[in-house]
């Protein structure tokens, strides 16, 4: 099950980026002339992107982005997405690459080595020939036997799913059907508890499987499981055929039980804290959930857990009771066999790029660590400890004194203040883990893809269930955390990635800060403010949830998020009508992170005016040379090229049914015209596009 812990700034369809080979040397610009050159070069990339013959009363995004679709085109670059977080990513990526490619060297840790063996192992997947399909079954006669592959033999009276589920899950942490796992008490979070419930679905949104508009994705996925069984298990074209058609029919029954992602649920909406007694009424006997714990953790449960998504238990009951044992158990045994595969590429450059997802996948927190220990940049460190004290240091005096704030009571207004001052940033580079300690159990070679695999699951499992007995640590999110800030609720803390270290992205010390906060400032403004939307403001300074709000300035809260839903509601992208949602935090937070960065930036100018000769050599930097454009207009287009964006048509629909954020188009157009410094800025006359009568503003 996925845990509504963090709220992140951007989405990446990681697993389908492809970074295609560049230089990997950073820039010296300590003369005045690689200065001018890297201003120069920031000028022509944001010219680039823009179309000047746009009305920017009209669309700001096609104004600032326009040319971008064509440069970055998603089809033509053939990958899924492009955009800032994809360029990130594939800098990042290439950096990975050379790491994992570079023979072992003094820098490399013991645990780097076995990280390095486990790429390799993937590298070499092609040599496992006949026996990967050996060792797949092996893995499943673990288990029993798998009704596709024993045919009319096959003893349907010997099969127990939800035992062969829990032991899967105590064995691998693979958790066919239904999920357990161990995590932070979201409630109290010093300690952990046990989360029952959903498993994790490959498609991830309910809407992927039960939207029409969905549909070519069902299909795609159907002929992966489909082949996937004629490759790897040796099955018959007809009968993979059919049984992929159950596999899939299964799934999308146990979807309809998933929460939609459309109304607005978080965390304690959908997890409540349970007797294992009261769960074991509630389900027995379809549902032993007493043997299944007992199984999957290897001891009695006596404490309260939580249970994750009613709904979803329900339908699952229903479910079981109509499902023939046989369509259950090739299920189980292809959910959990899908942990284990992968298909090689013929293109050995894109069998690289796979390898190091695959690696990301189990050992994301290894990988930035390793970025960081080679790559750190002290100027990065100290520009992004920068902007987030003077955006920290706005939102207080906004909190005591603003009277845009009125709406929130004073007696909550102390309390955000409180819970601002509590919130802290930190670059998500783990050099505080034990690996050593982490990996005292694994031994990882180069020649074993799904040998590693394996161990590593074992060892995951493991520690997993450990976790019951301890006291909780900083909450990790894997590869989620490497490419995009996120805000973790539970910490009341902001995770800054490693991939926004490298310089001229976002953030160089020769770009004006116009620039620096129109992107960076913007991002961590984003993720500052996701600690009081309608997900954030339901946990208090220590990260717990709580509910600190007073009955009024709640109900305020609610009357002007009902706007935002209304306007985002009202948007058309590629043909697609978006749904009019009442989750509403990822459209606040781009609303209130963009006014507060433009807020902190002003608050900078004005104080360079009062500098002095140093002052007017700052402010003399703040445009960029042959752009005719303001400091303050700099700000917004630098802002609006965050999300400058261009999707494959493929996957527009899934962009749509799976991404909590809007496309970037209307990120842009919904932020910037409800802005009414925007509108000052570029002359837009009242009631324009952009500059519309009615606005929805919070923060």
């Keep these: 099950m996925q845990l509504l812990y963090i709220c992140i700034a951007g989405y990446v369809l990681s697993a389908l980026v492809q970074a295609a080979p560049t230089s990997e040397e950073d820039l010296q610009q300590d003369t005045p002339y690689m200065k001018e050159l890297l201003r120069q070069a920031k000028t ?24 971008y679709d064509r440069i970055n085109s998603a089809s033509s670059m053939q990958v899924v997405t492009t955009g800032v977080f994809e360029t990130l990513t594939k800098g990042l990526n290439r950096k990975i690459l050379k790491m994992l490619n570079t023979p072992h060297d003094s820098r490399d840790t013991p645990e780097d080595i076995q990280v390095k063996h486990f790429y390799e192992s993937c590298l070499r997947i092609k040599e496992l020939k006949s026996t990967y399909s050996e060792k797949l079954k092996r893995l499943i006669a673990e288990f029993g036997t798998m009704p596709v592959l024993e045919g009319s033999s096959w003893q349907e009276d010997d099969f127990d799913w939800l035992g062969t589920s829990a032991r899967m899950s105590y064995q691998y942490g693979v958790t066919p059907i239904f999920g357990i796992e161990v995590n932070k008490d979201f409630a109290s979070n010093t300690r952990n508890r046990i989360y029952l419930g959903q498993q994790n679905f490959p498609l991830e949104a309910r809407s992927m499987y039960v939207d029409e508009a969905t549909e070519v994705y069902r299909q795609k996925y159907r002929n992966n499981i489909q082949r996937t069984l004629q490759r790897f298990l040796g099955v018959k074209m007809d009968l993979a055929k059919k049984t992929a058609r159950e596999l899939l029919d299964f799934e999308v029954d146990l979807a309809q039980g998933l929460v939609d992602e459309s109304e607005g649920q978080d965390l304690s909406d959908v997890a409540h804290l349970v007797t294992v007694d009261d769960i074991q009424k509630r389900y027995s006997p379809t549902l032993d959930i007493k043997r299944f714990l007992f199984v999957a953790m290897g001891e009695r449960i006596s404490d309260q857990i939580y249970e994750y ?30 942990e284990f595969v992968e298909i090689p590429s013929e293109n050995p450059e894109k069998q690289k790029q796979a390898c190091v ?55 909550t207004r102390n309390l955000a203040i409180a819970k601002l001052q509590a919130m802290t940033l930190e670059v998500n580079n783990y050099s505080e883990d034990n690996f050593t300690e982490e990996f005292a159990e694994l031994n990882l070679q180069s020649d074993d893809y799904v040998e590693n695999v394996r161990y590593t699951s074992i060892l995951s499992a493991k520690q997993m269930r450990e976790m019951l007995h301890q006291p909780a640590k900083p909450f990790e999110a894997g590869s989620q955390l490497s490419y995009t800030p996120a805000n973790v609720l539970i910490e009341n803390t902001i995770k800054v990635p490693v991939a926004l270290l490298q310089p001229f992205y976002l953030w160089s010390d020769v770009y004006p800060n116009a620039v620096m906060f129109g992107t960076l400032a913007s991002l961590i403004g984003h993720e500052l403010i996701h600690g009081f939307d309608d997900s954030g403001r339901k946990f208090d300074e220590k990260g717990n949830a709580k509910d600190w709000w007073d009955e009024k300035s709640s109900s305020n809260f609610l009357k002007r998020r009902e706007c935002f839903t209304k306007q985002y509601g009202q948007y058309v992208y590629d043909g697609i009508q978006l749904k009019e949602s ?7 937070a781009d609303n209130g992170g963009t006014r507060l960065a433009y807020a902190a930036y002003r608050k900078w100018f004005e104080s360079q005016m009062t ?25 917004f287009i630098s802002y609006a090229q965050i999300w400058c964006n261009d999707a494959h048509p493929s996957v527009k629909a899934l962009q749509v049914s799976t991404d909590q954020h809007m496309p970037g188009k209307f990120r842009v157009i919904g932020s910037l ?27």
């Excluded at 500098?611 to 700000?635: C, V």
Aim: charged share 25%; net charge neutral.
């Design 44 to 67: 022509a990339e944001i010219e680039s992107f823009m179309d000047q013959k746009a009305d920017p009363c009209n669309d700001f995004y096609a104004f600032s982005c326009g040319n």
């Design 309 to 338: 998504n009613t709904r979803y238990q329900q339908n699952l009951v229903e479910v079981i009771k109509r499902t023939p044992k046989r369509i259950v158990a090739n299920y189980i045994f292809f959910h959990f066999i899908w």
């Design 357 to 411: 997802d695959l690696t990301k996948k189990y050992f994301a927190k290894n990988l930035d660590n390793m970025f960081y220990r080679r790559y750190n940049n002290a100027k990065s460190s100290k520009e992004i400890e920068s902007m987030w004290r003077q955006l920290k240091s706005t939102f207080n005096e906004t909190l005591h004194s603003s009277p845009a704030l009125d709406w929130i009571e004073r007696p």
């Design 582 to 588: 009442t989750a509403q935090s990822e459209n606040i």
């Design 611 to 635: 500098n002095g000769t140093s002052g007017s050599q700052a402010l003399a930097e703040e445009t960029l040379p042959s752009l005719r454009f303001s400091a303050n207009q700099l700000f």
């Design 673 to 699: 015209s409800n802005f009414e410094e925007f509108s000052k800025e570029f002359n837009c006359p009242a009631g324009s596009a952009m500059n519309p009568s009615e606005k929805c503003i919070l923060y």
